[in-house]
């Protein structure tokens, strides 16, 4: 069994993601994460994120099973994220261990931007999640000040819509809802009501 869940930057998807698989017993990976830590990996060695050799090598060398990942949560990262995930190279490096991740019994959650359309194209059920941009400015900016980081929300929200542009207009995996993804808009839901209305999903498709 694979759930697949994409959309935008700080939509709700990961949160999502992880409390979809606590319900029903399966494991959860956040691919975000992943490509964070080879953006980490190039800031570290002071190498320019535009640098595809070191963002290839970099993705090759990493080993997806061991994450710091409260490190990695920064929007700093994230934004650099999405600049070395557009390299069709960086992507390749990481799919078997996405791929291999989503096979593994007795079920899996992963979420990301491309899952539904290239990572698992037969997942059993996909969910594209979308929320109105100041919704999300708004979450991601409240998530920050609780970590202890300085967040302005408007700022918050022009990192969010530059992101999503890059992510939705790079040729490689850009982020799109599958054909057969079912729509989730998370803009007026608490997060009991986003899993209420994910599990409802899930339960219809099984
Ligand atoms: O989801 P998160 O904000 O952690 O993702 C960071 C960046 O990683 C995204 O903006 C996107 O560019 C990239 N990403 C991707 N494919 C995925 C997951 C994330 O390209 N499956």
New binding site residues.
Partial sequence: MIIAI?GP??SG??TLGKRLAQHYGYRHL???????AV?KMLLDQGFELTDEVRAVAAAMALDPTKFDHPE??SQR???A???V??FPKV?DALVSF?RQFAADPPGAV??????GTV?CPDADVKIFVVADPQVRARRRTLEARGRGEEADEALVLADIIR??E??RN?AA?P?KAAADAHILDNSNLDIEGGVRAAIAIVEAVL
């Fill in positions: 994409d930057a700080a998807k990961g956040d691919t975000g994460v992943i490509y964070r953006a990695l949560k990262i994230g934004d994220a999405s600049v995930s557009a992507r996405q992963l979420d990301g931007r491309d899952i990572i992101r999503d890059r992510d790079r995996a982020l």
